[in-house]
């Protein structure tokens, strides 16, 4: 070798064994020199990025990181008009109380990292109950912080690489059913009058009580999530849309211990009086298991109106009813233009739940002369196998439910000498269903082609042109070995 590749041989070393100096000989004990870097998909991406760890986080599951969340937000908060923050929270498991989050934020977990709620009660703040509830949904008064909350925000992202969310709820639960908790608990995530929300590529388990819960908000987009909770869990639903409009809910997974998916909009009066309903509310490709409760319920809090949901394909398993109306007497409000097609499901109580007695109250203020409207359902293109009940249909002597579509639908009972159907003040029409439905649902040919009497309408709404974008998280880092 010529003295001129020798040199550049001897550079070359020279640069390794710096590097290596730099990496282990810093400091006096040994670190680590790694450079992390992942993409994902989101419609915003984000000019800076930190890691938890760059705010002190420790991921050994003892720890406690509530201060480092809260101070990584507020940190990011600051580039909220420049370029947005994303925080990073890398394999670990990540012990920390409430947190809330900002603008312009992304908060991205890594495959192995688990986002671990405190069980230490003392460590959830008070705060008011929701305006549209008047109390407490457990309890009167006020209630728990959720874990990830926000209010008043705009452009938000919670997305990962099936990182997980436990929400550590079994105490909780022990709690709620021995009457224990003076407040109502919180929630996992519940984002609040917000404005550009996408929820996706996450795992959540074990709540406290509802898992995602946005409420007072718009422009919602829940994707590729997946629900775990014990089937005897008080409470755990999935997804709850309150007071929301414009919501995409698509490709989750939920195993509950009660709704998969509710959607609500305030209680009796108070519902009433803030007026504000959940609308364009457009769920597909949901599997879900629920033995004691639906697979999508309508209520029971719906003071505030509910309109212009549409659910497609749809697959449900051991669960006690497929769609469930739940409503009553002072509730007012209204449930209307429901489109549900494409649904298969096997092992239910019920396929079709409609219910206008389901009088839980927030207090004894309310006016039982405000009776809801419940008018235009339509179910259409569903089979269903080994069934107890197809249809539960109870609508209000003095509000019947009006204009409600069956068709295509076949069901396989379990026990063939059972009663298929069990109606009272409802009225509307089906088509190609068996086992026949209700006299109160007389056959009808409606439409010749398509969903039947009750045609599925074109979804055209805007949540559908979003557009996701390759985003890139990439923060050299020097710090402490695992050891």
């Not at 007026?275 to 769920?283: A, C, E, F, T, V």
């Not at 029971?300 to 549409?310: F, K």
Request: positive net charge.
């Amino acid at each position: 070798m010529d003295l001129q590749g020798k040199t550049a041989m001897s550079s070359r070393l020279l640069v390794l064994l710096s590097a290596i100096a730099f990496c282990l000989l810093i400091t006096s004990h040994p670190v680590e020199c790694r450079e992390e870097s992942f993409e994902y998909l989101a419609p915003s991406c984000r000019k800076h990025s930190v890691s938890i760890t760059d705010f002190g986080g420790v991921g050994d599951g003892v720890t406690v990181n509530t201060n480092a969340f809260r101070n990584a937000v507020a940190h990011l908060a600051k580039f909220s008009t420049d370029g947005g923050g994303q925080l990073y929270v890398p394999p670990g498991r990540w012990l920390t109380g409430p947190f809330n989050l900002t603008s312009a934020f992304t908060l991205y977990l890594h495959r192995d990292a688990v986002i671990l709620a405190s069980q230490d009660i003392s460590q959830w703040p008070l705060i008011d109950a929701l305006p549209s509830y008047g109390r407490g949904r457990d309890a009167p008064g006020g209630r728990y912080s959720s874990l990830i909350s926000g209010t008043n925000l705009s452009d938000v992202v919670i997305t990962g690489d099936n990182g997980t969310i436990d929400g550590q709820g079994e105490i909780w639960w022990k709690m709620f059913r021995s009457k224990q908790l003076n407040y109502t608990r919180g929630y996992l995530v519940e984002l609040m009058h917000s404005d550009g929300i996408v929820i996706s590529n996450l795992t959540f388990v074990n709540s406290t009580a509802w898992n995602i819960h946005p409420v007072y908000s718009r422009n919602i987009i829940v994707k590729g999530v997946t629900i775990l909770a014990s089937l005897t869990s008080p409470n755990t639903d999935g997804i709850n849309p309150d007071s929301c409009s414009h919501v995409r809910i698509e490709d989750c997974y939920i195993v509950s211990g009660d709704d998969c998916i509710a959607i609500k909009s305030g209680w009796d009066q108070y519902g009433i009086a803030f007026g504000m309903p959940s609308k364009h509310i457009y769920i597909r490709r949901l599997t879900c298991i629920s033995p004691t409760s639906a697979v999508i319920a309508l209520g029971s809090e719906m003071s505030g109106g509910i309109r212009d949901v549409y659910a497609e394909d749809i697959v449900a398993i051991n669960s006690e009813t497929g769609v469930r109306i739940k409503t009553a007497p002072g509730r007012g409000g209204f449930i209307k233009k429901i489109y549900v097609r494409g649904m298969t499901m096997h092992t239910m109580k019920w396929v079709f739940g409609m219910t206008g007695s389901y009088g839980q109250h927030p207090d004894d203020k309310y006016d039982p002369n405000a009776l809801p409207v419940v008018k235009g359902i339509c179910y259409s293109n569903m089979i269903a196998h080994n069934v107890t009940t197809a249809g539960k249909l109870l609508g209000i002597p003095k509000a019947p439910f009006t204009h409600i579509s069956i068709s295509n639908v076949t069901i396989t009972m379990a026990n063939r000498t059972s009663r298929a159907w069990n109606c009272s003040d409802i009225s509307g029409k089906s088509r190609n269903v068996t086992p026949q439905p209700c006299s109160l649902l007389p056959a009808g040919h409606g439409r010749k082609h398509g969903d039947g009497p009750c045609h599925f309408p074109k979804v055209k709404d805007h949540t559908y042109n979003v557009k996701f974008k390759v985003c890139t998280y990439k923060n050299s880092h020097v710090g402490d070995k695992d050891m």
